[in-house]
Protein backbone atom coordinates (compact mmCIF):
# COMPACT_ATOMS: atom_id res chain seq x y z
CA UNK A 1 0.00 0.00 0.00
CA UNK A 2 1.39 3.52 -0.98
CA UNK A 3 2.31 5.98 2.18
CA UNK A 4 2.55 9.56 2.42
CA UNK A 5 5.55 11.80 4.31
CA UNK A 6 3.48 14.50 6.10
CA UNK A 7 6.11 17.03 7.86
CA UNK A 8 4.51 19.75 9.97
CA UNK A 9 6.26 23.23 7.96
CA UNK A 10 4.53 26.08 10.37
CA UNK A 11 3.85 26.53 13.44
CA UNK A 12 -0.24 25.59 14.83
CA UNK A 13 0.22 28.84 17.13
CA UNK A 14 -3.20 30.86 15.97
CA UNK A 15 -4.96 27.87 13.94
CA UNK A 16 -8.47 26.64 15.09
CA UNK A 17 -8.99 24.10 17.67
CA UNK A 18 -10.32 21.41 14.68
CA UNK A 19 -6.67 22.34 12.84
CA UNK A 20 -4.56 21.52 15.99
CA UNK A 21 -6.56 18.45 16.88
CA UNK A 22 -6.02 17.64 12.56
CA UNK A 23 -2.30 17.91 13.21
CA UNK A 24 -2.39 16.11 16.40
CA UNK A 25 -4.59 12.65 15.00
CA UNK A 26 -1.38 12.82 12.19
CA UNK A 27 0.80 12.44 14.83
CA UNK A 28 2.24 16.40 14.38
CA UNK A 29 3.31 18.58 17.67
CA UNK A 30 5.63 20.75 16.65
CA UNK A 31 7.55 22.29 13.29
CA UNK A 32 9.83 19.83 12.10
CA UNK A 33 7.81 16.62 13.04
CA UNK A 34 7.03 14.13 10.03
CA UNK A 35 4.99 11.11 10.00
CA UNK A 36 4.13 8.78 7.73
CA UNK A 37 0.50 7.70 7.10
CA UNK A 38 -1.24 5.77 4.55
CA UNK A 39 -2.10 7.11 1.14
CA UNK A 40 -6.49 6.54 1.46
CA UNK A 41 -9.60 8.96 1.76
CA UNK A 42 -9.61 9.94 5.42
CA UNK A 43 -5.63 10.46 5.28
CA UNK A 44 -6.24 13.04 2.61
CA UNK A 45 -9.08 14.48 3.89
CA UNK A 46 -6.61 15.48 6.82
CA UNK A 47 -3.90 16.69 5.00
CA UNK A 48 -6.14 18.80 2.89
CA UNK A 49 -8.21 20.21 5.86
CA UNK A 50 -4.62 21.60 6.92
CA UNK A 51 -2.25 21.86 3.58
CA UNK A 52 -1.38 25.22 4.57
CA UNK A 53 0.62 23.94 7.32
CA UNK A 54 2.23 20.81 5.75
CA UNK A 55 4.89 19.74 3.13
CA UNK A 56 3.39 15.92 1.62
CA UNK A 57 5.66 13.81 -0.07
CA UNK A 58 4.48 10.74 -1.88
Given at each position: ?AELKV????????????????????????????????????TRGKI???????????
Open positions: MKLVKSLIGSKKDQIATAYALGLHKIGDVSVQPDNAQNKIVHLLAVEE
